[in-house]
């Protein structure tokens, strides 16, 4: 039997990966709204991601980012980029699996994600290279999970959109 996959693409991979920038592209190329779940949640507290983690914790910030991400889920066609921690929470796997769409691992080699992290300030849980490289590997297991792995090392943001776009399931 084939699946009926939704049209709904979830980009997701670790902070700095080009989530973000990439969707955008992705998003207009193929005339599909994009959702950036950081904005969506910033936007619906009146908060930057940095003062919620720092007001309220991380705890609370998975409980709006899964609220954020079940209403987001809910539409369709759309280009969803994911927070760097969304898709490394198993019961965001398991509704995103249930939504049916297309998961889309954006794979960036961890040197040039620390530079691209580095000077940021709205990343609280960028704090140091080792702490930086120890959520990185316990990631990498969930990022693994998604339908399709696109390695972005050196590639431009044109580029990978073009390659997302050559999978060709939507
Ligand atoms: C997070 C990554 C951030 C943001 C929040 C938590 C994480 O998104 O959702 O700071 O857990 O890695 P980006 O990946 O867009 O930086």
């Known amino acids: 039997m084939i699946r009926h996959r939704r049209k709904v693409i979830y980009l997701l991979g670790f902070m700095g990966s080009g989530k973000s920038t990439v969707g955008k592209l992705l998003a207009r190329t193929l005339g599909w709204p994009l959702i950036d779940l950081d904005e969506v949640i910033e936007a619906g507290q009146g908060l930057s991601i940095r003062d919620i983690f720092e007001n309220s914790g991380e705890p609370f910030f998975r409980e709006i980012e899964r609220a954020a991400l079940t209403e987001a889920s809910k539409t369709e066609p759309v280009v969803i980029a994911l927070g760097g921690g969304t898709f490394a929470q198993p019961s965001n796997v398991e509704l995103i699996r249930q939504a049916g769409g297309t998961t889309v691992w954006l794979d960036c080699p961890a040197d040039v994600l620390r530079a691209r992290c580095q000077g940021m300030e709205n ?48």
Do not use: N, W
């Open 123 to 170: 990343r609280p849980l960028f704090r140091d290279e080792q702490s930086f490289a120890q959520l990185l590997k316990e990631r990498t297991p969930y990022y693994d999970l998604a339908d399709f792995r696109i390695p972005t090392e050196a590639r431009k943001p044109e580029e990978v959109v073009e390659q997302i776009l050559s999978l060709r399931v939507f």
